[in-house]
């Protein structure tokens, strides 16, 4: 079940932002962070794992309060990567992915989720865009979102304004395709405004929204 509320179209987000902020004023940004393999499958399961992409997110992260999920994310992250922060037996990028992410204020949006694992989480069974909107009028840094249900409910209302990907080199041949249930009303033009390969071959990707 959505967790939003009618749609804003891109003109009356736009209005909405001008008569809320003035034309002056800077929103905080919402980043859509995600991996995918070649052929574009967002599986968790189907990707490679590598310091190198940890390094990568870890300094995303430094960028970034709050996170935002929705139930099935926050509980694959929560509470393997604080167990992982507290375990000196793991990798030196493992342990600083884990302690940078602990740290950040996380927000869920779930109606079933009863209550969250860590003390930094809150839980929103309101309406998303609503929530989103107050967030990006807050100061502080900006927001991140993760996960697959969530964001593409987010791109939908015309809410991110940075797009994070990493294409894996690899072509998994099933799973769930990025993005393959978003519809929307006209095609979303974005510019690539940064491109690195890491050391495991992975393209890590940064598109701004036009």
Known sequence: MPLNGPALSPT?????????????????????????TLDGC??????IGGDDILEHYTQLLREVDPLVYGRKTYQLMVPYWPEVAKNPLETKASIEFARTFD?????????SLDSA??????????????????????S???????????????????LVDEYRVVVQPIVAGAGRRL???????????????????????CVALRYLKQ
Request: with cysteine; proline share 2%.
């Open 179 to 201: 993005l393959e249930d978003v519809n929307l009303p006209e095609s979303l033009h974005l510019k690539l405004v940064e491109s690195k390969v890491l050391k495991s071959g």
């Open 140 to 158: 502080g840094k900006n927001i991140m979102a993760g996960g697959v249900d969530i964001p593409s409910q987010l791109i939908e209302l015309g």
């Open 42 to 47: 967002c599986d968790h399961t189907k990707g």
């Open 12 to 36: 009356n987000f736009r209005k909405h932002w001008y008569i809320d902020r003035g034309q002056d004023n800077q929103m905080r940004k919402l980043i859509y962070a995600i991996n995918v």
């Open 103 to 111: 740290s950040i204020n996380k927000i869920v949006f779930s109606r």
């Open 117 to 138: 694992e860590d003390s930094n989480t809150r839980i929103v069974r309101g309406n998303l865009q609503d929530e989103i909107l107050k967030l990006k009028q807050e």
